[in-house]
């Protein structure tokens, strides 16, 4: 009697720990009883990138979300991608819950642009190189070159006179000069910057064409000018390592003046992978928004002569004080030619979306997203939603006057 209840109890004790390891090796996670967002994922390798550049992208991912919802899978330039269209789901990626993405672009866009910019990283060298930006960008530092760009302003607007212009093209160029100025000050020779001009706007027509790295194709072209522009931005730093004049009052000689806690500077393929990377961020989007605002000022008359108002304004106060130069202060207080650029921002949606990695597993709203997938919020479609701009397709400034859904004062 004993013996059996022995055999019995070990044979109790035995099954049940068979159960147990068994159940333990198949439980699933939380995420695993998780279902990936509805969409296609179209052909292999490709997915649907070739329906992407054969259409407007806007009616690409619109069509999308007119059919899955605010959150869809696809497929694109190699990479699984969960798109997101709710401004609660961008706030989601980008805000609440940013440290489960990282910043990340398709290797085609990284290698355009070069793989120590800052928006490919996260971490300590993501901060460091973020506050050395932001500090040779800051109000305190843009303050200064009013004056400067308003002079490019009247040169470049004497250059136009009488002549047809392609605006958004002149308005790269104008934007480029800027940049220029933002990022070398006034130390950059001519030749340099006819050279550094002449490349960037090569990598530039290459960067959103299809990554096929075949010669005479725009993207071999623009690797190859990518390649030439690392060579000028070496060139300018030995220049002045060897004069003695780095300094820190503009983007570059911050860079090359920076140290980490242990006293290492960045190397020179990190500045100037940041220099390329900082101006792709702000060269285009700039002539964008400003060839938009053109565009919207000129469909409204009215709206054209009150912001003429407003500035000339401005102009008359500045005559009668000397011809003095266009200062910070007044540009603040230049309040309908704000919600003008505002509104102007909202329509174009100049950045339809942005990219970002999953870095780990991540539920939302019921969805898997799986680790190492791409998330796109798709600023654009939450712009031109009428949930969250009435009529959202009429150009409307007074939208963002104080109590209206933003207060940008």
Request: charged residues 25%; positive net charge; glycine residues 6%.
């Amino acid at each position: 009697m004993v013996t059996i209840s022995y055999v019995a109890a070990y044979t109790f004790f035995f099954l049940a720990l068979v159960a147990f390891l068994f159940m333990k090796k198949h439980k699933r996670k939380p995420q695993e009883n998780l279902k990936l967002p509805p969409g296609s994922m179209g052909w292999p390798y490709i997915g649907e990138t070739l329906q992407l550049y054969s259409k407007d992208p806007n009616i690409f991912f619109a069509s999308k979300q007119k059919r899955y919802g605010e959150i869809f899978k696809t497929h694109l330039l190699g990479c699984p991608c969960v798109m997101l269209a709710s401004p609660e789901a961008a706030r989601f990626v980008l805000v609440t819950q940013a440290h489960l993405f990282k910043p990340t672009y398709p290797r085609s866009k990284e290698r355009m642009i070069g793989p120590w910019a800052l928006f490919f990283h996260g971490g300590g060298y993501h901060l460091r190189l973020r506050k050395l930006v932001q500090g040779s960008l800051g109000p305190d530092d843009l303050r200064g070159l009013i004056p400067d760009v308003e002079a490019i302003v009247i040169t470049m607007l004497d250059a136009w006179n009488g002549r047809v212009l392609s605006t958004f093209h002149a308005m790269k160029k104008f934007s480029f000069d800027v940049a220029i100025l933002t990022f070398f000050g006034d130390r950059l020779s001519e030749r340099h910057k006819v050279e550094l001009k002449k490349n960037y706007f090569i990598v530039d027509k290459g960067y959103n064409s299809f990554p096929t790295n075949f010669p005479g194709t725009p993207y071999y072209k623009a690797i190859q000018a990518r390649k030439q522009l690392s060579r000028i931005l070496s060139e300018i730093m030995n220049e002045r390592r060897e004069r003695g004049v780095v300094g820190n009052d503009d983007l570059l000689g911050c860079l090359m003046d920076s140290k980490d806690e242990k006293g290492a500077r960045l190397t020179d393929d990190q500045i100037a992978d940041n220099i390329i990377g900082v101006l792709f961020a702000a060269q285009d989007t700039t002539a964008s928004v400003l060839t938009w605002i053109v565009k919207y000022l000129h469909d409204h008359p009215k709206l054209l002569e009150a912001v003429k108002g407003e500035q000339m304004a401005f102009l008359e106060a500045n005559k009668s004080c000397g011809n003095r130069p266009l200062t910070w202060t007044q540009t603040r207080s230049m309040t309908l030619t704000h919600r003008v650029i505002m509104e102007s921002l909202r329509m174009a949606s100049i950045i339809s979306f942005t990219f970002r990695e999953a870095v780990a597993d991540v539920e939302y709203k019921g969805y898997l997203i799986p680790k190492g997938w791409k998330v796109m919020p798709l600023f654009r479609n939450i712009h031109h939603n009428p949930e969250f701009f009435p009529n959202p397709h009429e150009f409307e400034p007074s939208r963002f006057k104080v109590g209206n859904c933003w207060n940008v004062q």
